[in-house]
């Protein structure tokens, strides 16, 4: 088996926080890098929550060996340009990331539909677990355990407008519905790839992408970035893709607050995700263009 070395660029603190209610791995991994200038004291740094954690800083610990390249990306956004970056918390998934970041899209009797249709991969390390919508307790993790300790013990900021969210194809599902559910939250949401086709498969319908779009709402003190590629089974994701930022924009979006990237020669992978986060921390950041 090939041996990946570490690409970790700065400082990274890694530590447990147990969660009860988790099907599996309740003892899941927090990794927060730390920018080239954090300090523990004067201004508070603004914070991303991402899921995923596991693959964004370090191809040695990364689920298939590619990272996001936020430590690299923030790196050199200080060396070269002196901006003062967030600090990023990523949250490790499990082996029950599927139903851990599948948001409350389907009523209880189309769940039991639903699993009469949809089976889990079984493996040898794990049991073959239930369809299930357990995104809801994901973010009872993130809301009660994850941010309280992170404000506890980092110089974070602890208003929404300091606040990010992010993650990509269901963890980006999970960051475009914590836009519309709790944006009480966060004022930026990174919302990669997002996972709207997975609930067709599921379901075998857009029932479920329809009503979200139905009673989704226009905040305008929020901004979204979004990407999707077009190659494999990200080609898949391209049709909502169009269709969501079609609907984004004439609900309100326009420049000012809505990222948006599209190359149809980009796998659904962390590389893509690594190109388009370098992007639009540049569009969250008000980077001029004397920074490309």
Not at 68 to 74: L, R
Not at 135 to 160: S, W
Not at 165 to 181: D, R
Not at 193 to 204: G, P
Request: glycine share 4%; charged share 30%; hydrophobic share 35%.
């Amino acid at each position: 088996m090939k041996k990946f070395k570490s690409t970790l660029v700065g400082n990274l603190d890694t530590f447990y926080l147990r969660n009860n209610n988790f099907r599996q791995d309740q003892d899941r991994a927090i990794r927060v890098w730390k920018p080239v200038d954090y300090s523990e004291d004067g201004e508070k740094f603004d914070v991303i929550y991402m899921l995923d954690g596991n693959n964004l800083f370090d191809c040695q610990t990364a689920s298939y060996h590619m990272e996001w390249c936020i430590d690299e990306t923030f790196t050199y956004f200080y060396q070269n340009y002196r901006t003062r970056c967030p600090v990023v918390v990523g949250i490790d998934c499990g082996k029950d990331r599927m139903n851990e970041y599948l948001p409350p899209f389907f009523t209880e009797s189309e769940v039991e539909e639903i699993r009469k249709i949809y089976k889990p991969e079984a493996s040898r390390d794990q049991r073959e677990l239930p369809f299930d919508q357990l995104g809801e307790e994901t973010f009872r993790y993130l809301f009660d355990d994850v941010m309280p300790y992170i404000e506890e013990k980092y110089n974070v900021r602890n208003d929404r407008e300091g606040r990010y969210f992010g993650g990509s194809s269901m963890s980006g599902l999970m960051s475009i519905y914590a836009y519309q559910h709790y944006n009480e939250y966060f004022s930026k949401y990174i919302a990669f790839s997002i996972a709207f086709n997975m609930l067709s498969f599921a379901s075998k319908s857009d029932d479920a992408y329809n009503k979200f779009k139905e009673e989704f709402k226009f905040y305008d003190n929020s901004k979204i970035a979004i990407c999707c590629g077009g190659v494999d089974f990200e080609k898949d994701f391209e049709p909502y893709y169009f269709d969501f930022v079609k609907f984004l924009k004439e609900k309100g979006f326009d420049d000012s607050n809505l990222f948006t990237t599209h190359n149809p020669k980009e796998l659904h992978n962390e590389l893509q995700w690594a190109r388009a986060f370098n992007s639009a921390m540049r569009f969250f950041l008000n980077m001029n263009k004397e920074t490309n």
